[in-house]
């Protein structure tokens, strides 16, 4: 039987988890598994009353909404698109920052009407637009969105931007800022108050953490 006052961590492979990790060490949180080597979905750690459960960056906020998980790591982008509506975001960590944006063609010719936009962000592009009074057609993608300009789908995508290469070699630019992202430390409701002093000791030690420069 699991302890009740076990805490559930989801959090997703990739840049989050590399950047995530130290910070959680801060709480003596260290992962008894590399999620890169192991076929767990369940990871222990160092304490005992704390696992991470590995999923995929835009499920964390279902996890932690539906209580499956107590807390999750996620991008303010997953978290902007996400209809999620009731969960605690109590931390910035400062990590995995990019900044979500719109891009065109650097040959790109004047269009009159309708704009077409292509992005895996279909929910924050369309209240992008509709803010600025511009028509456009949202065309939802799952990944590779610096294709659709170059073959014709859509006239400009949006997506996270890191140092822009990936625009440059796809002769893309990056145009309109949406929004600055890091990834944010998220809570269910009910096991902020049911796990209260647990949660509370993570969420402390782990916000020291984020403050130091790092080593
Ligand atoms: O990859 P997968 O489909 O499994 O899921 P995911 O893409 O959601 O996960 P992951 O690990 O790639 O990204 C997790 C989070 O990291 C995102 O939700 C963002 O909050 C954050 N992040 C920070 C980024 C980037 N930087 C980033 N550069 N996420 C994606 N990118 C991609 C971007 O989509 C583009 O393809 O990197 C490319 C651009 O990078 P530059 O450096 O060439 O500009
Ligand atoms: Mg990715």
Redesign the pocket.
């Known amino acids: 039987m699991q302890n009740p006052q076990t805490l559930t961590i989801a959090v ?6 590399k950047d995530s990790m130290p910070l959680l060490a801060a709480a003596g949180i260290e992962p008894l598994d590399d999620p890169d080597q192991s076929r767990k979905l369940i990871i222990p750690t160092t304490r005992e009353d704390v696992r991470l459960v590995i999923i ?3 499920d964390v906020p279902t996890y932690v909404e539906y209580g499956a998980a107590d807390l999750g790591i ?5 978290l902007m698109e996400s209809d999620a509506d009731s969960l605690y975001e109590p931390l910035d960590l400062n990590i ?3 900044r979500l944006m719109t891009a065109l063609p650097e040959q790109a010719s004047h269009r009159q009407g309708c704009l077409r936009v292509a992005t895996k962000y279909a929910k924050t592009a369309r209240w992008f637009y509709a803010k600025k009074g511009i028509k456009a057609e949202i065309i939802k993608l ?5 294709l659709a300009p170059l073959v014709g789908l859509a006239d400009c995508i949006v ?11 796809n002769g893309l630019y990056a145009d309109e800022l949406i929004a600055h ?3 944010r430390m998220i809570v269910n409701q009910a096991s902020m108050k049911l796990k209260y002093n647990a949660i509370h000791d993570l969420l402390d030690k782990v916000a020291t953490a984020c403050q130091k420069p790092a080593a």
Request: glycine content about 12%; some cysteine.
């Open positions: 997703s492979k990739g840049r989050i988890y995929r960056a835009t996620a991008g303010k982008d997953v995995a920052c990019c799952y990944g590779s969105m610096e997506d996270v931007v890191d140092t822009g290469n990936t625009l440059k070699a992202i890091s990834s």
